[in-house]
């Protein structure tokens, strides 16, 4: 049985609200709380490794264990981008370029020892762990292509969402509209709605500025927080319906 959820459009829009949760809640802790970026990366891939673990000895599909590890790969993949491109002093456009390198590194990797990038048929514990390897360096990619289109490209804050969000909605267009791979797109998607992520939760935390919103890391964390909890237990409740009715129609 696989313990992947359903791709759906409900999934996508978890996904954007747990990458922009995985922001601000990385901003919270490194830089609000002033925790710093080294520690900040090494307490939050402690919390990944720890909720990976978890995840790749269940049995069955949990939607809050698996939101649980989404979410610790992007505040994880938030603390890592900042240490690399600030802390190291790398910039954005060369920590963007490595983390591509090595992504694209993992899914060569991946197609060629499987036979396939699809996360329709994840059943063995190797290539589950090569998904979240992959999701753990997309949302770090997702960090840093978000900091470079909002802060070295010039587009600002708003400017690199509205840019994302038009890739993105070509990238829909293509899933009815052409015959390009759905495996292609999928990671496409997913590795786009990281940097989206990004952008969007710098709008919702930097000050008038600089072009956001000012609610803050506390404050857009909390709506986040919220959201993402709502969305988690309709899911949830709906997986145990289903569970429910599906023996009653088998007799």
């Known amino acids: 049985m696989s313990k992947l959820p359903q791709i759906t459009a409900f999934f996508w829009i978890m996904k954007i609200c747990a990458t ?3 922001e601000t809640a990385g901003d919270l802790l490194s830089m609000t709380l002033n925790v710093g970026y080294a520690i900040s990366s090494m307490i939050l891939i402690g919390v990944f490794l720890v909720t990976l673990v978890t995840q790749l000895i269940s049995k069955s599909y949990n ?23 600030r802390t190291l002093g790398l910039g954005y456009a060369t920590g963007t370029t490595i983390l591509v390198t090595i992504l694209l590194a993992i ?3 991946w197609r060629f020892s499987v036979g396939s990038l699809s996360v329709n048929n994840i059943k063995t514990p190797k290539v589950e762990l090569l998904y ?11 960090t840093a292509l978000g900091d470079f289109l909002a802060d ?5 804050f708003a400017g690199g969402s509205l840019l994302i969000a038009a890739l993105l909605a070509l990238v829909l267009a293509a899933h009815y509209y052409t015959q390009i791979s759905p495996v292609l797109l999928f990671w496409i998607a997913f590795v786009l709605t990281r940097p989206f992520g990004a952008t969007l939760g710098d709008v919702l935390t930097k000050s008038h500025e600089k072009g956001g919103l000012n609610f803050g890391t506390i404050g857009s964390s909390i709506v ?3 959201i993402l909890g709502v969305c988690i237990l309709f899911t949830a409740l709906k997986q145990r319906r289903l569970i429910v009715v599906t023996p009653s129609n088998d007799e």
């Open 20 to 22: 922009t949760l995985g």
């Open 63 to 85: 939607p809050l264990l698996y939101w649980t590890v989404i979410l610790s790969t992007s505040t994880a993949g938030t603390t890592m981008s900042d240490f690399m491109d």
């Open 107 to 109: 899914l060569t990797f």
């Open 132 to 142: 979240w390897i992959t999701i753990l360096f997309s949302n770090t990619l997702g």
């Open 152 to 156: 070295t490209s010039g587009l600002g």
């Open 224 to 226: 986040l927080v919220s």
